[in-house]
């Protein structure tokens, strides 16, 4: 089993940048797909980013493409999301989340394991 914990999130003022990272522990995250998914008061939680085992695929939502870069350093046994051109709709909770199944996923029901979140507050 692995365990996972983000740290970055804060309050930026519109068009700033902020990374998240993943920190894992318990096993090595290299056998597991990694995403990162978000969610804002009110609405359900909602798939941000997808990265495989070794990081050569990558998928996004279509709100964030362009401006997100999911990536994974399976050495350090950590995951990152580099978030530029924040918009205030970019404010949420925001989870790293990791999965045991081949290919990229986009779905929550689809992970195994969750973070406990961090907050991104982007102010206009």
């Known amino acids: 089993q692995v365990q996972l914990v983000e740290s970055g999130g804060g309050l930026v003022q519109a068009g700033a940048s902020l990374r998240l990272s993943c920190a894992a522990s318990?096993?090595?995250?290299?056998?597991?797909?990694m995403g990162w998914f978000r969610q804002a008061p009110g609405k359900e939680r909602e798939f941000v980013a997808a990265?495989?085992?070794?990081?050569?695929?990558?998928l996004y939502a279509d709100s964030v493409k362009g401006r997100f870069t999911i990536s994974r350093d399976n050495a350090k046994n950590s995951a990152y999301l580099q978030m530029n051109s924040l918009k205030p709709e970019d404010t949420a909770v925001y989870y790293c989340a990791a999965h045991t199944r081949i290919f990229l996923k986009v779905r929550p029901e689809q992970y195994d394991y969750w973070g406990q979140g961090t907050q991104v507050t982007v102010s206009s």
């Open positions: 990265i495989t085992l070794s990081g050569g695929s990558t």
């Open positions: 318990g096993r090595t995250i290299s056998t597991y797909g």
